[in-house]
């Protein structure tokens, strides 16, 4: 159900920005997704388009991609697609990473 919360987020970000820039309509929007959130992009979008309906944005296109996590481990450096439950280094075991990139979300483009 976490997704429901994310699409939440990311539809008050759009409609926040479409407000700010003064637009009367948002025909498409571009939305990156980090593969660690575990979010669909088709789910995703339909979710956007439902939380949506009655704003600028009703009707529009979005494209969301799922972007690949990144993960650094701090005791060997090895940088690893990181498994999203356990993220341990594959090259020495260690459970001391970081996660670079792959747990966020963010708003590409608006048109």
Do not use: Y
């Not at 159900?1 to 539809?11: C, G, L, Q, R, T």
């Not at 008050?12 to 959130?37: D, S, Y």
């Not at 009655?54 to 690893?80: S, W, Y």
């Amino acid at each position: 159900m976490h997704e429901f919360h994310i699409a939440k987020d990311i539809a008050e970000e759009i409609k926040r920005r479409a407000a700010a820039e003064k637009r009367a309509k948002v025909k498409a929007v571009g939305v990156e997704l980090g593969a660690l959130l575990r979010f669909d992009a088709g789910m995703c979008a339909g979710l956007l388009q439902q939380l949506l309906q009655d704003t600028p944005a009703a009707g529009a296109e979005f494209n969301v991609t799922v972007m690949p996590a990144l993960a650094q481990c701090a005791e060997c450096g090895k940088k690893f697609d990181p498994d999203p439950d356990v993220p341990q280094c594959p090259e020495c075991d260690s459970l001391k990473v970081e996660i670079i990139s792959g747990e966020g979300w963010k708003i590409m483009s608006m048109k």
